[in-house]
C-alpha cells in the first residue's frame, strides 16, 4: 500500500514466500524485488540469488539486526540493500528509489554490522569477491583505487568528487570502470572488496 500510493512506483506482484517471487519476477520483470529474508518453500536469500543471477531486478532484503549470518549470505548473493522491518515509510520509499536507479542502499545502522562481520570472520564454504575472477586491485589504475577506497568508507559520489577534487560525472566513470574490471555487480559488493582484499580496513578514516 505504501509503495503503490507512490506516483513514479507500481507494485506488480504480491506474493507469500520465495519461490512465488522468483517466479513473480521472471514473469514480471520489475526493477525491484523486496524480499524477506526468511519466507517459506525458498527463503529470501536463495530467491535473491536467483533472481540475482537470471534477472536484472535488483533486490532489497528485509532483516533485523540479529540477522547477521543471512545479511553476510545476502551480499553475496547480489542483494542490493537492506532494510529493518521497522522501516519508516519515507525511508522505504527512498530505498526503492534509490536501488531502482541503479545505486544501492547501505544504511549506517546496518552497514556498520555488515562490515564488522565481513572483517571479523570467513566462515568454511562462504565465497568470497576477493576470490572471484578479476577481483585483483592491480587491475584498477591509481585513481579508481582511490575510488573504491572512498566507496569502501560509504562515501556518495557527491563525497568522492569533493574529496579525489574531480566532477561527479568523473566519479561516476571511476565506479563503473571500478565495478567492470572486478566483476562487482554493484556498490554494496564493492564495498565488501574493499574490505575483503585490505585496502580498507573497520576503523579506517
Known amino acids: 500500500m505504501i509503495l503503490d500510493a507512490q506516483p513514479d512506483i507500481t507494485v506488480v506482484a504480491e506474493v507469500g ?3 512465488a517471487a522468483l517466479v513473480a519476477v521472471r514473469e514480471h520483470r520489475p526493477e525491484v524485488a523486496l524480499l524477506d529474508i526468511r519466507m517459506p518453500t525458498m527463503d529470501g536469500i536463495e530467491a535473491a540469488r536467483h533472481i540475482c543471477a537470471d534477472t536484472d531486478s535488483r533486490v ?10 543471512y545479511i553476510y549470505e545476502a551480499l553475496y548473493a547480489g542483494a542490493s540493500g537492506f532494510l529493518l522491518k521497522d522501516v519508516r515509510r519515507d525511508d522505504l520509499v527512498h530505498a526503492v528509489r534509490v536501488v531502482a536507479a541503479g545505486d544501492s542502499l547501505l544504511a549506517p545502522s ?7 562481520d565481513i572483517t571479523g570472520r570467513h566462515r568454511p564454504g562462504a565465497t568470497r569477491l576477493v576470490g572471484a575472477p578479476g577481483a585483483r586491485l592491480d587491475v584498477l589504475t591509481t585513481r579508481e583505487r582511490e575510488t573504491l577506497h572512498l566507496l569502501g568508507r560509504g562515501l556518495s559520489n557527491a563525497e568522492i568528487a569533493q574529496s579525489l577534487v574531480v566532477s561527479e560525472h568523473t566519479v561516476k566513470t571511476h565506479v563503473s570502470n571500478v565495478l567492470t574490471k572486478l566483476g562487482l555487480r554493484d556498490r554494496t559488493q564493492a564495498v565488501i572488496c574493499a574490505y575483503e582484499t585490505g585496502l580498507i580496513t573497520a576503523g579506517d578514516n
Request: charged share 25%; aromatic share 4%.
Open 17 to 19: 514466500d520465495g519461490a
Open 60 to 69: 532489497i532484503m528485509l532483516t533485523t539486526f540479529d540477522q547477521d549470518d
Open 110 to 116: 546496518v552497514t556498520r554490522q555488515i562490515i564488522a
